[in-house]
């Protein structure tokens, strides 16, 4: 993987606990509401659930706004335009995501 390997794994780090927070939305109010049956509980559980909507969404930019190793511009985001991550090669520079550069 050449030289771009730490930020290529740094990346996956970013975008995978990303996913995981999408996909633990819906278990975390599940359990949070689960727990809303305690007196005077339904303002804490508001706070933790705001908490966790807004690490969810920092995540969320920290994906967009990660730097192509190569350009150094967001991989996922122009000023105008963005995938979310779905992308897959930057788009400035147009390297590929996870790849190597040319020897
Ligand atoms: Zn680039």
Same mark, same amino acid.
């Given at each position: 993987m050449g030289c771009y390997n730490n930020e290529w794994e740094r990346y996956r780090r970013v975008r995978n606990t990303s996913i995981l927070l999408w996909l633990g939305f819906l278990p975390a109010v599940w359990i949070l509401h689960s727990f809303? =049956?305690?007196? +005077?509980s339904e303002p804490i559980i508001g706070v933790l659930m705001a908490i966790y909507f807004l690490v969810w969404v920092a995540w969320g930019i920290r994906v967009s706004l990660f730097r192509c190793p /190569?350009? =150094? &511009?967001c991989l996922n985001t122009t000023w105008w335009f963005s995938l979310g991550g779905l +992308? /897959?090669?930057? %788009?400035?520079? =147009? %390297? &590929? &995501?996870?790849s190597s550069p040319p020897e």
């Open positions: 809303s =049956g305690i007196a +005077n /190569r350009c =150094g &511009k +992308n /897959r090669s930057c %788009l400035h520079c =147009g %390297l &590929k &995501k996870f």
